[in-house]
């Protein structure tokens, strides 16, 4: 079965410092997101991306954050310098339309530790 | 703005059955997903309703009243591996970003 997968499955980064975030949505997918959880909170929308722009984006995503699809393949999310507080699960999702009844197909997370 | 309550933590037998409450405002309606999520694991589809009524599926069953903003899953015959979180979520209207409520933690007991 098909699914979404994500790299690394862990990171620990010093406050300050980059990261990007690395995401294979399914193939024939076109829409693709980030959301993120804070530890022992709800999961929270950051963005979404179609057609190799930004569609939606939340109060989180702040200039701190950017997307971008490389290649055919990949969906990073970059944070530029990171804060304590961006400590999370970050999950990404693709979906074949944006239709309200359209399931999105979450990976399996990247643990983001800021230290 | 949307909006989403759910019970924060549930215990059921094993073997029997349990109801998640969830109500929700949204400034407009485009349906209601639940998803499964085990601890430090990705959320997973579980069901969609967008019309009035019980969809049934397997040992899962959600339902939906639009009136009242009101939905629950109901879950039967629980087994251990059914402890995990249920999330409650609404998309945007005319988007597809997804609000989700906190979540309801069931634990499953012997």
């Known amino acids: 079965e098909p699914e979404v997968t994500q790299t690394p499955s862990h990171q620990v980064t010093q406050m300050g410092q980059e990261v990007i975030l690395r995401c294979v949505p399914i193939s024939n997918h076109l829409y693709f997101y980030w959301y993120r959880q804070i530890l022992g909170q709800k999961v929270e929308f950051l963005v979404s991306?179609?057609?190799?722009?930004?569609?939606?984006k939340s109060e989180i995503f702040d200039d701190q954050f950017s997307v971008e699809r490389p290649d055919g393949s990949n969906f990073t999310l970059k944070i530029r310098s990171t804060k304590l507080e961006d400590s999370a699960m970050y999950f990404c999702?693709?979906?074949?339309?944006?239709?309200?009844?359209?399931?999105?197909?979450f990976g399996q997370g990247t643990r983001l530790t800021v230290v | 703005g949307q909006n989403i309550d759910q019970p924060t933590e549930m215990t059921a037998t094993e073997g029997a059955i349990v109801q998640i409450n969830c109500t929700y405002q949204t400034s407009g309606f485009n349906g209601l997903f639940w998803y499964q999520q085990h601890a430090g694991e990705a959320p997973t589809f579980l069901s969609y309703?967008?019309?009035?009524g019980l969809e049934e599926k397997g040992r899962f069953s959600s339902f939906l009243s639009r009136s009242k903003g009101y939905s629950y899953l109901l879950l039967k015959e629980l087994q251990m591996k059914d402890s995990a979180s249920y999330l409650c979520a609404v998309p945007g209207a005319g988007s597809y970003q997804l609000t989700f409520g906190k979540g309801t933690k069931l634990s499953v007991i012997p």
């Open positions: 999702a693709s979906s074949v339309t944006r239709e309200g009844n359209t399931e999105a197909f």
């Open positions: 991306f179609y057609n190799n722009e930004i569609s939606e």
């Open positions: 309703n967008v019309l009035d």
